[in-house]
């Protein structure tokens, strides 16, 4: 992994923590943070767009 994407990972993500996981997958750690992980970096990517597409969206055409 690349240093950068390590530092992002660590940062967005960190340590594995079952208080972030959904119940159901509190048992099963692998499920759990992968849920976790996928979940923040859809977030992040949504703020992104929205983030980009803003300044489109309010000057109009």
């Given at each position: 992994?690349?240093?950068?994407?390590?530092?992002?990972y660590?940062?967005f993500v960190g340590?594995?923590?079952?208080?972030r996981w959904?119940e159901?997958?509190?048992?099963n750690?692998?499920?759990g943070?992968g849920?976790y992980s996928?979940?923040?970096?859809?977030r992040l990517?949504?703020?992104?767009?929205?983030?980009c597409l803003t300044?489109?969206?309010?000057?109009?055409?």
């Open positions: 992994m690349s240093p950068t994407m390590e530092l992002l660590h940062y340590p594995p923590d079952p208080g959904p159901e997958l509190r048992n750690p692998a499920a943070h849920m996928f979940e923040q970096g859809l990517g949504l703020l992104l767009v929205v983030e300044p489109d969206l309010l000057n109009g055409p």
